[in-house]
Each structure stands twice: as C-alpha cells, then as structure tokens.
C-alpha cells in the first residue's frame, strides 16, 4: 500500500464507521429480546463489559471544514479509534508541525489536500500506542516522528510504520515535529538536485522560515559556501548568526541588485518558493552551470481568503523557457514537491537517516519559533502568513489550560479596543485635518480682506473729491 493512499483510506474507514453506527445498534440489542428476565437483569452488565473500546473511543482533531480564512479551521471531538491495518501503526500525537503548504492548503491552493471536510497536517511526534500486523520495526511506546499527505492534526493518527522515524536521545518532540518536512525538502534540493560543493553560493528566500533555516544550516555543512538569504530587516541578526553569510531586506531593496553587487557573475543554487516573476529573475541570476529549484508558489497567497488577483499576476508571469535556452546558457531547472514523494518510501528513508545522523552530529537543530495550542491554530496560522516568525510554528495536542482559555476572551477584546482605539486615533486625525483646512481657509481668506479694505480706503477719497 502506497504511503499516499493509507491517510486517505484510514480516513474513509473512520468515516464510514461513524455514519455505520445506528445500524449496528439494533444488532446489539437483538440478544437482549430472547433471554428470560432472570438473564435480562444481568444483561446491563454484560452490555457495559462489551462495549468495544473503538466506539468509547474520542479524541480532538483540527478539521479543514471549508476554504477561506483562519476560522475555516475547526477544533472537533472525533469518536471511534481508528482501525489498523497491515503495516500501519497508531500514534499518541505530541506535537505538529505547521508548514506554508497547510496555509495554501487552507485557502483550496494546494492538490494534495483532499476536498473538506478534511484534517491537515503533514507531520507530527508523539507516541506509538498500538502496531498493525507485518509491523517489525516499531513497537508500542517507540518515539516517532510522522510523515503523510494529511491527517496529522490530531491527537491520534494513523500511519504507515515506514512513514515514522524514530526520535534520536534528547531531541523534544516540539523539534521532532518540526524536522521532517522542511529538512528533507532543504536537504533534497541542496544535495539531490544542488549537488552543493565547497566554494559555491546559494540563494535563499524567506530565510528565516523553516526551510530557509534548514537551508542554511545544511549549507554550513559544506565547507566555504556563501549564504545569501532574504528576510526583513528584523530578522537579519539571527539569520546572520544561523550562517547567512548576505541577508537582503527584500522589503526595501531590489535582492536582485544586492546580489549583484557582491556576485556580479550570478550564484551557483537558488531556492525559490515564491514563483511568477521571482522565478525569472532567479533563472537570470545563475550562473553557468547554475541550477535553479523551484518548489512553490508562495506569491499566491496574499491576505486570510483566496486573491483572485494574487492568482492570476502569478499564473500570468509563471515562468517557462525552451530547452534550446536551456542549452545555450548551460543552466538547469528542478521543481521539487515532496508531497508527490510519499510513495518512494526508501529514498525518503535514506535522507531522513542522513539527517538524523547530521542532528546527532550537532550540525542541524531545528529552530522552534513558537508552541500553540489545537485551539490557538488561527493565531498560529497568522503568524505564519503574515511572515512573523524566524523558524517552525508548532501546534501542541497538550488541552489548553483553562486559566489560558479564559484569557483569549479578554485577548480579543484587547484586539476589539485596539480597533476602536485606532479608529479613534483615525478620526481624530481626520477632524485634525478638517481644523487644519479651515485654519487654512482662514488665513486665505485673510488677505483678501486686507485687499477689501485696502480698495475701500482708495474709493473713500474718490468719493469726497466728488
């Protein structure tokens, strides 16, 4: 069974067991209608000593109930536990990790996210709490992080023993979350299709995102490789001490300028996640024998609901080129998507190993940004989107104290009297601005009086030599 059909099929069967139910439920009660009413005294017994665990069974799940805004994401009780199958294994959820796919993904812009109402989630840590048949290599209790399509946003999910890896010693299962996904996307790009060597440079986008940090710390793994790295200014103290050897305030200079400036010939790798016109001005940037990896279209995504816009400009500039060009200029282009690997099980496998020995090297450690509750998804997606966090955003399946529950209410109506304070602000200025041209017109018109009066006093004697 390939790694993309288990998620999808382990879904149906939860659903369908759901939707099953109140058909069961006259079977069960069949046996109770035959037996004497000595037997039907003891039968309140028997039935709670039957009741199977898998229909007692709940656990909370983030559910993708529509496209749209963060709100579209929901917090749900699912009931009955999930049914192995061969070579599968069921894991108590820890942590998730939150990755830009699952915001395009909230929006309909992603193709491997299966039509709502449907769980995101592409990788997790926890704790494997039961093993399927076939399953030799894992055991319950085995610390494990996750790899799948979707479906790990939940505090318990179900996956294919060969989609887990266990948990190297003292590694946290906040940074066991946040390791599969962007490290094997950098590292596969950088080594696979980059064939990195010493004495190279290498172009990275969004630099203090997840990838762009996995990037970075796997091309310091290479000797004398120069970093240029795009982020906001904010953020170019820390990228800088992660290995970025140029950061570009991307918000306030042409990075195509920068980059010049320092590498007038051009750069040898470029990592580019946004697409449209970015993806031609990466191509015009390479080198001879330069390779340029494409691996997202991050300029799509423009405010919380899909920008028709946004969609279009970038369609419109998407980038193409004939392999003559190809040929003539001695460049190469890769697209990578790791979501369309899932079924090459053991090439995954064999990166995951690599990086997992470069983590118990100490050349790699994920960079966690911030934790936040299932509940908090909205305000972690936020973060996300709106480019405020330097590393990985990470969902929690610990249940939100309820002191915090209480605070969020009041955290809105902070929110709420910020709005109102800023209104305030805005209409002040406005009314500012109304006085200010009035005292304008005022001045104006004083002029004009002084004129008045000055062509009165010269008629006053015209009059009296009349």
């Known amino acids: ?48 000593e039957k009741v199977p665990e898998e229909d007692t069974f709940t656990y909370r799940a983030l559910v993708l109930t529509g496209y749209g805004g963060y709100d579209k994401v929901k917090l749900q009780v699912k009931k009955g536990k999930p049914v192995l199958k ?69 505090e318990v999910a179900v996956v294919p023993a060969t989609h887990t890896f266990l948990i190297p010693e003292g590694m946290s299962f906040e940074e066991a979350a946040a390791l599969p996904v962007n490290y094997i996307t950098a590292y596969m790009m950088l080594f696979d299709f980059g064939n990195l060597r010493p004495n190279q440079s290498v172009l990275v986008h969004a630099a203090a995102g997840g990838v762009g940090i996995a990037a970075t710390q796997l091309c310091n793994t290479v000797k004398d490789v120069t970093v240029f ?25 042409d990075y195509v300028e920068e980059v010049r400036k320092i590498s007038p010939k051009g750069l040898d790798i470029i990592l580019d996640p946004l697409g449209g016109s970015d993806t031609h001005k990466a191509y015009n940037m390479l080198k001879p024998m330069g390779k340029l990896i494409t691996y997202g279209a991050a300029n799509m995504l423009a405010g919380q609901k899909k920008n028709l816009i946004a969609v279009a400009k970038n369609w419109y500039h998407q980038f193409s080129i004939h392999t003559l ?21 053991e090439l995954i496998t064999q990166v995951m190993n690599t990086i997992l020995d470069l983590y118990k090297q100490g050349k790699v450690k994920p960079h966690i940004d911030s934790t936040w509750h299932l509940e908090q998804v909205g305000d972690a997606m936020r973060k996300m989107q709106e480019r405020n966090n330097i590393g990985k955003v990470i969902l929690t399946t610990e249940p939100m104290p309820e002191e915090e529950k209480k605070e969020e209410p009041k955290k809105e109506d902070k929110k709420d009297d910020k709005k109102k304070d800023d209104k305030k602000k805005d209409d002040k200025k406005k009314d500012d601005g109304k006085k200010e041209e009035k005292k304008d017109d005022k001045k104006k018109e004083e002029p004009k009086k002084e004129e008045k009066k000055e062509e009165e006093k010269k008629e006053e004697p015209s009059k009296e030599e009349k």
């Open 1 to 48: 069974m390939s790694g993309e059909d288990a998620p999808a099929e382990q879904q149906n069967a939860v659903d369908q067991k759901q939707e099953t139910k109140p058909a069961e439920e006259p079977k069960a009660e069949e046996p109770k209608t035959e037996p004497a009413p000595a037997a039907a005294e003891a039968s309140p017994a028997a039935t709670t």
């Open 86 to 154: 061969a070579g599968e294994v069921l894991v108590r959820v820890k942590a998730c990790g939150l990755n830009f796919a699952d915001l395009m993904a909230r929006q309909g812009l992603y193709d491997r996210l299966p039509s709502p109402p449907v769980t995101p989630g592409m990788e997790c840590s926890g704790v494997v709490e039961a093993v399927g048949e076939e399953v030799t290599d894992r055991k319950v209790g085995d610390k494990v992080m996750a790899l799948s399509r979707f479906g790990l946003w939940q």
């Open 229 to 253: 790295g795009t982020a906001s200014a904010s953020k170019h103290e820390t990228i800088s001490q992660g290995g970025v050897t140029h950061p570009i305030d991307y918000r306030t200079k």
């Open 325 to 345: 060009s190809l040929i003539q200029g001695n460049k190469s282009v890769c697209g990578f998507h790791l979501g369309y690997l899932d079924g090459e099980t």
